[in-house]
């Protein structure tokens, strides 16, 4: 089945300028992104709203909303679940729009549209644990990310805190070392995140974070300036953008020989950014806890290992299945 349903664009060959010398973004480009249903897309929105990056990303009346940067050129995203069909419907605005196919691929990864929610919700439904959250939401995915250097700094900044913390902090982070678009037509996406370098080499002083933990960040952040650190898959050889186990490991291990990177952050980002299926985070405090009220006894991590191993090769959407069943508890973004 092809990512790309169909595709409609209306583009000016020379965009206007404005009195400030800014393109102006006449041009569009439409896609319509096919999914295997069922698809749970309310729960996906909660997901990217509650970890959205102020300025950069924005949920608002039922889309997703960010400003990109892709092959050269810039222009903004809104993505939004079809009325009627089983797709999502995404509106390119800007000269990125001449991208609109390639752009296809990374947004259907990202939305983890293609997901066999059959195969997987029936092999984590033999665990009588999972069973009812499977049948609850049988449309659960794990929601990607846009840009895997913004995840493993958002899990940086989001160690030992909650997740409204990690986004305050982030905000904080995109204002003092971020772009701001000039021209820009919509204020809550109106910033370019921190480059690798940018961010490398910034004071970050009364950030708001503990010295190490911006130690760890400004290291990370220099490694993949420099190139030491791939974190993107598109960094990848070919085998390896595919799923190559090998290559996979191979990305974990440099990760978590960066100082103040651990096991929950490569895994948190192999879940999300490198679209792991099977990766889990063991250690990641929400996941222990709704273990441990299940099964007292396996309250370390390592005590339940045996447990989660059998929901292999799943673990990322048990984890979703566990953490969403505390979000819809507290009526909010819980986990992760």
Known sequence: MSAVQSTSKKATPTPPKTAAGIESATQTATLELPFRAPYDWPRVLRFFGGRATPGVEAIEDGAWLRAIDFQGASGTLAVRRHARKRCLVVQIDGPVSAHAQALAAPLSRMFDLQADTAAIGAHLAQDPWLAP????????????????????????????????????????????????????PHAHTAWRFPTPAALGAADLAGIGMPGKRVAALQGFARAVASGDVAIERSDLPGAAQAGDVAELDAMRAALLALPGIGPWTVEYVAMRAWRDPNAWPATDLVLMQAIAARDPSLERATQQRARTDTWRPWRAYAAMHLWNEIADRAGGARGG
């Open 133 to 184: 959250l499977v049948e609850a939401v049988p449309g659960l995915r794990v929601p990607g990310a846009w840009s895997g250097f913004e995840l493993v700094v958002r899990a940086i900044v989001g160690q030992q805190v909650s997740v409204k913390a990690a986004t305050t902090i982030i905000g904080r982070l995109v204002q003092r070392v971020g772009e701001r678009i000039e021209g820009h």
